[in-house]
């Protein structure tokens, strides 16, 4: 298991399935799409729409496309 990233702060969170532990998969919680208190992530970084996670839980890291801000559309 890898140690949390040290610039993880409890401030600046996200909402996303982790695909490593998939620990929101039996919560009614996060399977309504509301914002549940125990399976959020921390947001470490983004280049444009890009996200740049860590799960609390198991501390994967990886980088998910919101398709939201910058970088997020193609095409004029």
């Given amino acids: 298991m890898l140690p949390l990233d040290p610039t993880a702060d409890i401030g600046r969170r996200?909402?996303?399935p982790c695909p490593g532990c998939?620990?929101?998969r039996d919560c009614g919680t996060c399977l309504d799409g509301r914002t549940c208190a125990d399976h959020w992530r921390y947001l470490l970084s983004n280049?444009?729409?890009v996200l740049h996670l860590q799960?609390?839980?198991c501390t994967?890291?990886?980088a998910w496309?919101?398709?939201f801000g910058a970088g997020g559309r193609?095409?004029?």
Wanted: with cysteine; glycine share 20%; aromatic share 10%.
């Fill in 65 to 67: 496309q919101s398709g």
């Fill in 14 to 16: 996200a909402w996303v």
């Fill in 22 to 24: 998939q620990d929101h």
């Fill in 55 to 57: 799960c609390p839980n």
């Fill in 60 to 62: 994967h890291l990886w």
């Fill in 47 to 49: 280049q444009g729409s």
């Fill in 74 to 76: 193609t095409g004029g």
